[in-house]
Antibody
Framework: QMQLQESGPGLVKPSQTLSLTCTVS??????????WSWLRQHPGKGLEWIGF???????HYNPSLKSRVTISLDTSQNQFSLKLTSVTAADTVVYYC???????????????WGQGTLVTVSS | SYELTQAPSVSVSPGQTARITCSGD??????AHWYQQKPGQAPVLVIY???ERPSGIPQRFSGSSSGTTLTLTISGVQTEDEADYYC???????????FGGGTKLTVL
């Protein structure tokens, strides 16, 4: 059974870099056809796609966040990571890691989600 | 930027049919998907590729698409279906993905 688990600091200071890691179990992140994704959700509000990295390492980011986001793979640990620079209070949200499926015949959708982790930006 | 529009809330009685819609200009060109999210939990995929139901999702959940409107139909709604429902799709060029604002389904 595929499982994803986010980890990282729950508190980050303004202007610093938010770093989160997602540990994947029940499957390999190098399996073809999957796109390892980060999303976020303001408490009580809607979802926002941050970006993804493919099994081969190619990345794609939300244009609104692209200048601040880096997603990377660590195949030795079966993990992938998110870095978001220059954070502000507006980045205080729940962050989800997830497995995306992407194919021209189906579009892109998420079939497995982590439980989510709240990151607070505050001094 | 591209947007998907959903009504904020829908209310139905148990056993009735709930219809939740999502509208977007690119929906005729891009597949869309639906997620169910209960309080304090991660979303769960209930419909993908407009009309397909993942394994384990009850048959009462179905999806349809017509022009710029996507519809999630829940037939014979049960109290356990009370949740927020989000549609998700891509912009017309397929370069980034967005979610609708969500619809809160209340089962009275």
């Amino acid at each position: 059974q595929m499982q994803l688990q986010e980890s990282g600091p729950g508190l980050v200071k303004p202007s610093q870099t938010l770093s989160l890691t997602c540990t994947v179990s029940g499957g390999s992140i190098t399996s073809g056809g999957y796109y390892w994704s980060w999303l976020r959700q303001h408490p009580g509000k809607g979802l926002e796609w941050i970006g993804f990295i493919s099994y081969s390492g190619s990345t794609h980011y939300n244009p609104s966040l692209k200048s601040r986001v880096t997603i990377s793979l660590d195949t030795s640990q079966n993990q992938f990571s998110l870095k978001l620079t220059s954070v502000t209070a507006a980045d205080t949200v729940v962050y989800y890691c997830a497995r995306g499926v992407y194919h021209m015949l189906s579009g892109y959708y998420i079939d497995y989600w982590g439980q989510g982790t709240l990151v607070t930006v505050s001094s | 930027s591209y947007e998907l529009t959903q009504a904020p809330s829908v209310s139905v009685s148990p056993g009735q049919t709930a219809r939740i819609t999502c509208s977007g200009d690119a929906l005729p060109k891009q597949y869309a998907h639906w997620y169910q999210q209960k309080p304090g939990q991660a979303p769960v995929l209930v419909i993908y590729k407009d009309t397909e139901r993942p394994s384990g999702i009850p048959q009462r959940f179905s999806g349809s698409s017509s022009g710029t409107t996507l519809t999630l139909t829940i037939s014979g709604v049960q109290t356990e279906d009370e949740a927020d429902y989000y549609c998700q799709s891509a912009d017309s060029s397929g370069t980034y993905w967005v979610f609708g604002g969500g619809t809160k389904l209340t089962v009275l």
